[in-house]
């Protein structure tokens, strides 16, 4: 990996606060001491949201990215890629410009792939909208994972300072979380989110807590029995490979203040049971981190917001919390190489 490459920033769904959050997340720069980064945008839709902000970003085009280093102080560094022609209005998803938000996350890995750039952190996109334009990724995780290449097994984490929790499935309908849960997934999801805590985070020895998937963790199988049929062979398998785990824990108890001070990572059978605690302690400086790629991932936790697009009222906090985070994972990995 290039000495601290610039973080490339994807451009997310152009009608949403993406745009609006990539101008303010710069305007904020040495206030919060980010790390170079450049947007990978056509020109033309971050123009429009500087017009529509109000504010006066001066914004440089590049032909690399490493010109984004130098550029950064003075100007937004933008990367372009080619337009979709379609006019953007704030507070409306559009297919049309599918294209752009698919090129801009595909630009953005294979930046991190050359080591061009130390890491991708990527504005909300509108599931839906791309969708209806033929894309056949339930979201960025799985996408970046198929972009990373066979047998990438992608893991996703959202962090704040309060708590970290991982959802064991994402984006399945809540029917099909039994069948999906099974003892290899839960195992092969806690083997590396125990590593990447080991080395991403520097955690020496991370704490893992698994959530049940019944009310009372299955009240001793009264209520449920996937606790004691597919949970409990994983907690033994993982112990005696050495990894501290407990569980599986009542999910409705485990998340107040003392029992988060017993784990470092709570892994959740269902996507919401894993997102509404995190998101409840602390949305805006929530980061979602994909754990399991060979280059460094991160997001703002909150998605697309179109009800408060072009208003000017968008928080760019989350979005700066995932600069910072893909900036210390790199220095990180350029250190130990993890
Ligand atoms: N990483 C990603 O690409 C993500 C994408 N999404 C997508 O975003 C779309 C909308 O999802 P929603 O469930 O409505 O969640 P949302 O996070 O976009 O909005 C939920 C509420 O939080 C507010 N909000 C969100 N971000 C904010 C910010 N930075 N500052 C101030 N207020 C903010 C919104 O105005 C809204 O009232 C969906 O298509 C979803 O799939 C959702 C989460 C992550
Ligand atoms: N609920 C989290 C979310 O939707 C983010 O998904 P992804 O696009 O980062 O895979």
Not at 24 to 39: G, H, I, N, S, V
Not at 64 to 72: G, H, K
Not at 115 to 136: H, W
Request: net charge negative.
């Amino acid at each position: 990996m290039t000495e601290r490459a610039p973080i490339a920033l994807t451009i997310g769904e152009p009608g949403g606060i993406g745009p609006e959050l990539a101008i303010k997340a710069w305007l904020r720069r040495t206030q919060d001491e980010l790390a170079p980064f450049c947007l990978i945008s056509p020109v033309s839709m971050i123009t429009q949201a500087i017009a529509r902000s109000g504010t006066d970003v001066p914004v440089r085009v590049i032909q690399t990215i490493d010109e984004a280093t130098s550029v950064f102080k003075d100007a937004l560094p933008v990367l372009e890629i080619a337009d979709s022609a379609t006019e953007v209005v704030s507070g409306v998803a559009s297919p049309k410009t599918a294209s752009v938000v698919i090129e801009s996350i595909t630009k953005a890995v294979e930046l991190a792939t050359l080591g061009k750039a130390s890491a991708v952190v990527t504005n909300p996109i509108q599931k839906s909208a791309l969708y209806e334009a033929g894309f056949r990724h339930p979201g960025h995780t799985e996408f970046l994972a198929e972009l990373a290449g066979p047998g990438t097994i992608p893991v996703m984490m959202l962090a704040n300072s309060k708590l970290r929790v991982v959802p064991l499935t994402i984006h399945i309908p809540l029917k099909d979380v039994p069948t999906q849960l099974t003892t290899e997934l839960i195992v092969e999801r806690c083997r590396i989110t125990h590593h990447s805590l080991q080395n991403a985070f520097g955690i020496a020895k991370p704490r893992l807590a698994i959530a049940g998937l019944n009310p009372h963790a299955g009240e001793d199988g009264t209520m449920g029995t996937e606790e004691k049929t597919i949970m409990a062979p994983a907690v033994k398998q993982l112990r005696d490979e050495g990894v501290d785990v407990i569980g599986p824990l009542p999910a409705d108890t485990m998340f107040h203040e003392e029992a988060r001070a017993n784990y470092d990572v709570a892994l959740c059978p269902y996507h919401d049971q894993a997102l509404i605690p995190v998101k409840t302690l602390d949305f805006h400086g929530g980061v979602n981190v994909t754990l399991g790629l060979p280059f460094i991932r991160t997001s703002p936790d909150h998605g697309t917001a179109l009800d408060i697009a072009g208003k000017g009222i968008a928080r760019p906090d989350s979005l700066i919390a995932a600069l910072k985070m893909a900036s210390e994972m790199a220095t990180k990995r350029l250190a130990t190489g993890a």
